[in-house]
């Protein structure tokens, strides 16, 4: 939904009463998911690289400012940082606005199984699990198993991504 100056609207509170509903009840919401999960995580893969080369730039910079006498404070402080930032990133998207970018660029968005918008804690459990999951890859073949095309993360999260767009048209605002 967009305002009068044509700022998008993002939903707030529950968009489904009880549990999420059927793919045979409303086909939108999961159209395309798995291949749109995917790209998504690709989109998202390829900006924190951008931010962890920044860092690790940012980093060797200081390094040389201070002709190597901060190196043992900098680059430890570097390395802490890069690895705290995807999940500071997934855990801050998810939580303040339901998406991540590559999310919002390929019209999903993540809502607890009840159909609300997640907190910030259950949006970081859930980036936790999502960056523990690459540890067993195999993990990511769930989707192609449940009808609401669910990864273990997840499930053990109790959250659930749908298309933005059918969110959207269900609440009248397509």
């Not at 009463?17 to 893969?45: C, K, Q, T």
């Not at 402080?77 to 990133?89: C, D, E, I, K």
């Not at 669910?150 to 009248?172: E, F, K, N």
């Amino acid at each position: 939904m967009t305002d009068g100056r044509g700022v998008t609207l993002r939903l707030r509170g529950a968009v489904w009463e009880g549990e999420a509903p059927s793919p045979l009840d409303n086909p939108a919401l999961y159209d395309e998911i798995i291949r749109r999960r995917v790209l998504a995580a690709a989109i998202d893969f390829l900006l924190l690289l951008a931010a962890s080369g920044a860092l690790w730039l940012a980093a060797a910079v200081l390094t040389g400012m201070t002709l190597g006498l901060f190196a043992p404070i900098i680059w430890p402080l570097q390395v802490l940082a890069a690895s705290l930032l995807p999940t500071a990133y997934y855990t801050w998207m998810i939580g303040s606005g339901g998406a991540t970018a590559g999310m919002y660029f390929l019209d999903l968005e993540v809502r607890t199984y009840g159909g609300e918008r997640l907190d910030f804690i259950q949006a970081f459990v859930r980036s936790a699990l999502f960056l523990i999951s690459f540890s067993l890859p195999i993990v990511f073949l769930l989707p192609a198993f449940n009808e609401r095309k669910r990864c273990a993360h997840d499930y053990l999260s109790g959250s659930l991504v749908v298309r933005s767009s059918a969110v959207r048209a269900s609440q009248g605002f397509a």
